[in-house]
């Protein structure tokens, strides 16, 4: 079966979607099985055209770039992902991040900046055998050896999924317990306790 790489966000330097790029163009390169895995890219930003100009360019067949979608599209893409993607420079618990937590995917995040102290406390946060980190130093070839040992052996995506859905029940409130928290708290505050 083919196996479905997922990134979701604004196609952006900082988002990291350059070397999200470069990384398929090394797998492609180093795997030479393309047919057996496809990256849905879903976004817009300042770097449409040229990552589209790139994926063409570098003949990423398996690439697909999806633009802009609605929100329950947005949901068919997590669910119908074997691995989310997210290379967040400015941090790795994102929106969409949390959204693949939702949805129990393997998912794929920066590791902590030792110099930023960027992610340190993701780092605390999500355990460490629940999500794949990458070298931030080291970004396109670590991603992409990753990716590779995910299409050799894909059985540990299977693996990591189910370490997330655990992980994800106590981690992540609903949206209900969220807002009753919250409304709770208002009263709280209105009441001066």
């Given at each position: 079966e083919?196996?479905?790489?997922?990134?979701?966000?604004?196609?952006?330097?900082?988002?990291?979607?350059?070397?999200?790029?470069?990384?398929?163009?090394?797998?492609?390169k180093k795997c030479g099985k393309p047919w057996r895995y496809q990256l849905m890219i879903v976004g817009k930003?300042?770097?449409?055209?040229?990552?589209?100009?790139?994926?063409?360019?570098?003949?990423?067949?398996?690439?697909?770039?999806v633009g802009t979608a609605s929100l329950d599209e947005v949901k068919s893409y997590y669910e119908s992902a074997d691995v989310y993607i997210s290379l967040?420079?400015?941090?790795?618990?994102?929106?969409?991040?949390l959204e693949a937590m939702a949805?129990?995917?393997?998912?794929?995040?920066l590791g902590k900046d030792e110099l930023t102290h960027t992610d340190e406390?993701?780092?605390r946060l999500v355990p460490e055998d629940a999500v794949?980190?990458?070298?931030?130093n080291k970004t396109v070839n670590d991603l992409a050896e990753n990716?590779?040992?995910?299409?050799?052996?894909?059985?540990?995506?299977?693996?990591?999924?189910?370490?997330?859905?655990?992980?994800?029940?106590?981690?992540?409130?609903s949206w209900d317990e969220r807002i009753s928290y919250?409304?709770?708290?208002?009263?709280?505050?209105?009441?001066?306790k």
């Open positions: 083919k196996i479905n790489f997922l990134f979701v966000g604004s196609l952006t330097q900082t988002k990291g979607i350059p070397e999200l790029i470069n990384a398929f163009d090394l797998v492609n930003g300042a770097l449409y055209s040229k990552i589209s100009s790139e994926i063409k360019g570098k003949g990423l067949d398996n690439i697909q770039l967040n420079k400015l941090g790795s618990l994102s929106n969409t991040v949805a129990g995917r393997c998912i794929i995040v406390t993701t780092e794949i980190r990458i070298n931030r990716i590779i040992d995910l299409i050799e052996n894909p059985e540990k995506i299977t693996v990591y999924s189910e370490r997330m859905r655990a992980f994800e029940k106590e981690f992540l409130w919250e409304m709770e708290l208002l009263e709280r505050v209105a009441k001066g």
